[in-house]
């Protein structure tokens, strides 16, 4: 099958432009450097009210083959690998989040990349929003933000991903009050035969030792009830945590564990793992084997995964937010002017 031809892009949202604009125009000057912000979902249970399923394997031990993946036919199914990066500044009339959405295409001689950069301010002032279609009113904006940032993910992936990848995301597939938003979108991802496959690299989730008699109580979360249970090279059984009232908001998971470190979790949606049951085998050697050949024992991850994030912090240098508004003027918090740099 032959590939279609990517470019690498870097794309302004529709209203970057104009949110600066408006920024400027109101009269706000956001503080001379921003902090770095991870959206956070581990906080919360996915779904919010789940139940923990062990029926599809019995609790077990499988070894990864790296030599395995050469099974998928690499040519037929290209990798693409996703991370954001955030800056979040801080002032006193609400709050500015600019993003870095970054994906990146294993090309045959190098990564191409592609960036989406956005930006959105959020405030509790109806008089500012009152003069400004694209300055939002906001009573939460931490959690208005994550909302945007994930309708965006979405839309920027589904139309730039190419048809028939396999497609790497760093985080969850989503917890807490917005978990739905991914889930809603696998159809748009299975429609174009791609496989969308998430990673968690820090959590303090106990959905398996909680709901699993003989681990009860004896670990601190399924982390450490993994990082023992496994040795380098291993990954456990397949989980299943499906929601109690909408089965289709269900995921299937395991842990793996490449080095003698703290293991991640692999994430399917269950509607991605049924259709591809028959090579998720082969891409867990994939990932066993792209971690390995990432080779970074102080952050171990899929070397794709390791690339984006790198593309996706750098893209965000490329543009002075500051500069683009300097002639403006107000205060900067407390807090951001302590630790914002």
């Known amino acids: ?25 109101i009269n706000i ?9 991870e959206m956070d979902f581990e906080n919360y249970l996915f779904p919010p009210n789940g139940k923990l399923v062990t029926a599809i394997e019995e609790i077990s031990k499988v070894k990864l083959n790296p030599k395995e993946c050469e099974k998928l036919s690499l040519e037929d199914r290209p990798i693409v690998a996703y991370d954001e990066s955030i800056n979040k500044f801080s002032c006193l009339e609400g709050t500015a989040f600019f993003t870095s959405h970054s994906i990146i295409l294993a090309g045959n001689n190098d990564f191409i990349p592609m960036n989406l950069l956005t930006l959105y301010f959020y405030t509790r002032s109806k008089e500012i929003t009152e003069k400004s279609e694209f300055i939002k009113y906001s009573t939460d904006p931490e959690m208005d933000s994550q909302k945007d940032c994930i309708k965006d993910k979405i839309n920027f992936l589904v139309n730039s991903v190419p048809k028939r990848s396999i497609l790497f995301i760093d985080g969850p597939l989503i917890g807490g009050d917005v978990y739905t938003f991914m889930i809603h979108a696998i159809e748009r991802f299975l429609g174009k035969d791609i496989i969308p496959i998430f990673f968690v690299k820090n959590s303090s989730s106990n959905l398996v030792t909680d709901n699993t008699s003989r681990l009860t109580y004896k670990f601190n979360s399924d982390m450490h009830w993994a990082y023992k249970f496994l040795t380098p090279g291993q990954r456990t059984n397949f989980f299943r945590y499906v929601d109690r009232n909408n089965p289709k908001n269900a995921k ?48 171990p991850q899929v070397r794709q995964i390791a690339i984006a994030e790198k593309y996706a912090r750098n893209t965000l240098k490329l543009v002075n937010i500051n500069k683009m508004i300097r002639t403006t003027g107000i205060t900067p918090t407390m807090n951001q002017e302590r630790f914002g740099g």
């Open 252 to 299: 299937i998971f395991c842990y793996l564990k490449t080095f003698d470190l703290s293991p991640q979790r692999v994430e399917f949606h269950v509607g991605t793992y049924n259709k591809y049951k028959e090579i998720i085998p082969s891409l867990m050697d994939l990932i066993h084997y792209m971690i390995l050949a990432q080779g970074n024992l102080k952050n």
């Open 1 to 25: 099958m032959k590939q279609e031809v990517i470019l690498s892009k870097l794309i302004l949202h529709s209203s970057f432009n104009e949110t600066i604009a408006e920024i400027n125009r």
């Open 29 to 37: 000057l956001l503080p001379p450097s921003p902090t770095n912000l």
